[in-house]
């Protein structure tokens, strides 16, 4: 209907880049539905945030609800390592299966994994699904020196990873962001100078971290753990449809 207006361009879906990951916290079916009529175009994929899909009804109803969408669904990365550490991840790959998941996140934020442990998984699962792997602690106090951040990402991406995360946690305060939500400037700096930023999937889930990727590395930079109401917000500031990012855009 507003066709006569100039937009930066987007890719279309399925998309490899300019992905907006949406972090579902428990929506129920009409929220759902809700959020596919209005939003479900901008969306290509839906985590089922930390280990919520293990208190979730319907669970398999749930899932379809989005894959009839068009729209993948992936477990969180702490319902995988709880799998993990109690030796039951053959189950969780078998469910993610079975519900038709095309998509697997690799996690250990919280339950450390060697090194070697985590790229024969990556290496394992990337037979049969897009696996997303993350990057980054979940501690605050733990931080990261920029060239393990660069070499971790590098052996992941190696191993088969469709793509790495960059930690940032639902609050946006840890990993790669300061704990008052800032962004580490320098070692993205350093990170993207290494690895191609379409490679990367970075959680950005406050408004101010999604116009700093967007001004940084344009309208179709991936982001992650985008709250289900902010989808279209978020467009917005992809377009330049926004006074965060107007001016860079137009």
Not at 28 to 41: K, R, W
Not at 126 to 138: I, N, P, Q, T
Not at 155 to 179: C, F, H, L, N
Request: aromatic share 6%; net charge negative.
């Amino acid at each position: 209907m507003l066709d006569f207006l100039t937009l930066p361009e987007r890719s279309a879906k399925p998309r490899d880049v300019g992905i907006t990951h949406v972090l579902d916290k428990g929506l129920g079916p009409a929220q759902i539905t809700d959020l596919i009529v209005t939003a479900g175009s901008y969306i290509d994929i839906v985590k089922l945030g930390w280990g919520t899909a293990c208190v979730t009804p319907r669970l398999a109803d749930k899932v379809a609800q989005y894959n009839d969408a068009g729209i993948p669904v992936c477990f969180g990365g702490t319902l995988f390592e709880l799998a993990l550490k109690q030796g039951r991840l053959d189950d969780l790959i078998r469910l993610a299966a079975e519900l038709g998941m095309e998509h697997i996140e690799i996690s250990d934020g919280t339950v450390p994994m060697p090194e070697e442990d985590k790229l024969a998984l990556i290496r394992r699962l990337a037979r049969d699904f897009k696996v997303l792997s993350e990057v980054g602690s979940k501690d605050a106090e733990l931080v990261l020196a920029p060239y393990r951040w660069v070499d971790a990402i590098r052996k992941e991406i190696d191993a088969g990873a469709w793509k790495v995360v960059t930690e940032g946690r639902e609050s946006g305060t840890v990993g790669m962001y300061q704990p008052n939500g800032q962004v580490k400037e320098g070692l993205l700096e350093e990170i993207v100078q290494a690895v191609s930023s379409e490679r990367l999937l970075f959680e950005a889930p406050n408004k101010s971290q999604q116009s700093w990727f967007i001004t940084h590395f344009g309208a179709d930079v991936n982001l992650g753990n985008i709250p289900p109401d902010d989808v279209i917000s978020l467009e917005t500031l992809r377009l330049g449809l926004r006074s965060d990012t107007l001016l860079h855009f137009h």
